[in-house]
Every structure is written in structure tokens, then in C-alpha cells.
């Protein structure tokens, strides 16, 4: 249980108007959680203070290196006016993988948890509650060492930010288009694909401005070996309806084990849906479209919630998913995981944190 001393701030920041689109994660509210780690001490001085800039050593090892982890999670306010969270402890245990990949210490999981739910709770004025907006919760870790040698960091910052956030991508819900790139790759097997960390995004950049420049949204990235495999999406874990059966690439050590994609293989499992957790070779796309048997494309991550995708490109090969709008099972799973996340919906999962 941390103990953590509190600095508020002496003046607020005025709160986004609500006629316009928040966008996502531009805005940053009042306050930050801190804590620091040193060697031989562990984690010390848990502290939420005013959001500010920080002041590092142009010799810090995370600028060199990039030895840091993030996470990405969701607060929204339900219609009782309480406060929830969604599987933060799935968050904690996450951090941890990918802390352990990068050698960063661990963070309790408690410690974890409530270092965003005090955070947040202090930030509750800062949850949005037009359709479609939550309050996007950052927490991440960063090496602090100064130093220019290639090792693990013996001091660390932990932190969590806070930002009152819309629709992930600029079209907001309407389908994406993807772009299936088979030339640069983002992760291999036995890599840091599977943790959440900055150079696995420092990989993706490139390829996204491919992507961009043509006029789709994101890439669809392939294995990095063999370029043949389907693996996820940018910011999001990538889902297929073929022959009415729900298939999504298995986890394999280079895509993120999305906390979004657990919910809905679960949910799908639980309406009896078929289910497949397996390897997807573009090729098998490229026909199941063909044949009219892939009737629905979407992408799920904390960012993007279900995010339908009319439109898939690989080589010289457009395929159009569907008639390009979205499907039925995309909505059903966009409408039951939203309706559990704001609390409409019954949550038989218990997967809805109420914080107060
Ligand atoms: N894949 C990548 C690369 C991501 O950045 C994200 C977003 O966090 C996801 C998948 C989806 O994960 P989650 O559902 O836990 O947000
Ligand atoms: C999230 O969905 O939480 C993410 O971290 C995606 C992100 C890279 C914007």
C-alpha cells in the first residue's frame, strides 16, 4: 500500500468545451502521480502533484536507450455519477511483463492500481461523458540514470498522466482503411513485441507514414520472419468474421496480449460464438475475401475500442470488407464492451471497477 502525499494545485485548468471533439490525447488535467525507484531502496515518494514538466539529465538513459514502459487504460463516469475503470489489475499484470522484457523492477500490482485510482479520483471533474469519450489514463516508466553505457538503469521515474480523450482515429467511428505492410516489420519472436514499450512504436513509425500518405489510417503488420502471418494493428489487436467464425491471430510473443481482445474473445465465447486463436496467412485473407467467406474486419485496442475496418490493402490486392460499413457482430461487441466499460450494461465478468 503506498502512502502518498499530496500536492494540489493552486489553480485549475479550464475544462475542454463540450461542443467540440476532444480528439485523442492532446489535452493533459491538473495533477500527476509520481513515485521514483533506486537501487537498494525500491520504489519511494509516491506523490500526486500539479501535471508539469520534468527535468532529466541530457545523459539519461531512457533518451539512449529506450528503456521504458507504458500502459493504457480507460476512466469513464456512469449515469449514477460514479467513477470506473476497466480491468486495471489486467493493466498491472501487463506493466510487469513488459517491465521484466525491459529489466525495469516491478511494480506491485496494488501499488500500480492505486497510484491511478487516487489519481484518478482527485481528476474525476476531468471524465467526459459525451458519447463516445472516457478519461485516457498513462501510466509509464522511464530509465533515469546518467549514463552512456548500454545497461539496465538503477534509478527510475513511474508516472501516470491523465488525458480527457475522444475517438482514436480522425474519422471517429467510421471504418478504417488498413494498410498490410510486407515490406518493414515490427517485431519478431524473441524480441519485445509482446511488451509495451516505446521502441516497438520507434519500429512502427516508418511503415505508418507509408500507410498515411496513401490514405489509410494504420498498418496491419506480418510476422517478421517469413512476411506471411497476420500479427496486429498499430495501437490495436486485429479480429476476422470468416465462415461466421471469429478468428484473431494467437498470441506469440510479438503482439501485445491486448486487454481489449481478452474481453472479446470471452464475450464471443460466452454468446457461443466459434472461436479461433490461430495463425491468419494474408493469403487465407486474400481468398476468404475473395470467396465473399470473410464477412467482417475490426480492430479492438483501449484506444480504439472496436474499430471497424471497411477496407484492407496488400501489393496491388484492395479488398473491401463487407459492403465496407460495419457488421453485425462488430456492433454487437462495440455496443456490450462499451455498455460494460460506462456502466449501462450488466458486467457479468466483473470486469467494471467502481472507484467511488
Ligand atoms: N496492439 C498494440 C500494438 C497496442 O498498442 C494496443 C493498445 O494498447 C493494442 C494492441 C490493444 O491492447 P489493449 O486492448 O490492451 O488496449
Ligand atoms: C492504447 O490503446 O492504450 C494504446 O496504448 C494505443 C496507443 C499506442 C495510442
Known amino acids: ?167 482514436y482515429y480522425a474519422s471517429g467511428l467510421a471504418p478504417v482503411g488498413i494498410w498490410i505492410e510486407d515490406d518493414y516489420v515490427r517485431a519478431v519472436r524473441g524480441g519485445m513485441g509482446f511488451a509495451k514499450t516505446g521502441g516497438n512504436y520507434a519500429a512502427s513509425l516508418a511503415g505508418q507514414v507509408k500507410a498515411h500518405d496513401d490514405g489509410y489510417s494504420q498498418v496491419l503488420w506480418l510476422d517478421g520472419v517469413e512476411r506471411k502471418y497476420i500479427e496486429e494493428v498499430g495501437a490495436m489487436n486485429i479480429f476476422f468474421v470468416i465462415n461466421g467464425k471469429v478468428v484473431t491471430p494467437m498470441l506469440n510473443g510479438s503482439i501485445l496480449p491486448g486487454i481489449t481482445r481478452d474481453s472479446v474473445l470471452t464475450l464471443c465465447r460466452s454468446w457461443g460464438y466459434e472461436v479461433e486463436e490461430r495463425k491468419i496467412s494474408v493469403d487465407e485473407l486474400i481468398e476468404a475475401q475473395k470467396s465473399g467467406a470473410m464477412t467482417e474486419c475490426f480492430g479492438t485496442g483501449t484506444a480504439a475500442v472496436i474499430s471497424p475496418v471497411g477496407k484492407l490493402r496488400y501489393k496491388d490486392d484492395v479488398m473491401t470488407i463487407g459492403d465496407g460499413g460495419i457488421g453485425a457482430i462488430s456492433q454487437k461487441i462495440y455496443d456490450t464492451v462499451t455498455g460494460i466499460q460506462t456502466g449501462k450494461l450488466p458486467d457479468p465478468f466483473g470486469w467494471s471497477v467502481v472507484l467511488d
Not at 475542454?16 to 495533477?31: E, N, W, Y
Open 1 to 167: 500500500m503506498l502512502n502518498i502525499k499530496y500536492e494540489l494545485a493552486k489553480e485549475l485548468k479550464a475544462k475542454p468545451a463540450k461542443d467540440k471533439p476532444l480528439g485523442f490525447g492532446k489535452i493533459t488535467t491538473d495533477h500527476m502521480f509520481i513515485m521514483n525507484y533506486t537501487e537498494g531502496k525500491g520504489w519511494h515518494d509516491p506523490r500526486i502533484v500539479p501535471y508539469q514538466n520534468i527535468s532529466l539529465a541530457p545523459t539519461a538513459m531512457v533518451f539512449h536507450y529506450g528503456q521504458t514502459m507504458f500502459e493504457g487504460l480507460k476512466a469513464y463516469r456512469d449515469e449514477s455519477g460514479h467513477t470506473r475503470l476497466f480491468r486495471p489489475d489486467m493493466n498491472a499484470k501487463r506493466a510487469n511483463k513488459s517491465n521484466e522484457r525491459l529489466c525495469i523492477p516491478e511494480i506491485p500490482e496494488e501499488d500500480f492500481v492505486q497510484a491511478i485510482t487516487e489519481l484518478v479520483k482527485v481528476e474525476k471533474d476531468w471524465i467526459p461523458t459525451e458519447p463516445g469519450t472516457s478519461l485516457y489514463v498513462r501510466p509509464f516508466v522511464i530509465a533515469t540514470d546518467e549514463f552512456l553505457g548500454v545497461a539496465p538503469s538503477k534509478t527510475y521515474l513511474f508516472m501516470v498522466i491523465l488525458s480527457p480523450s475522444g475517438a
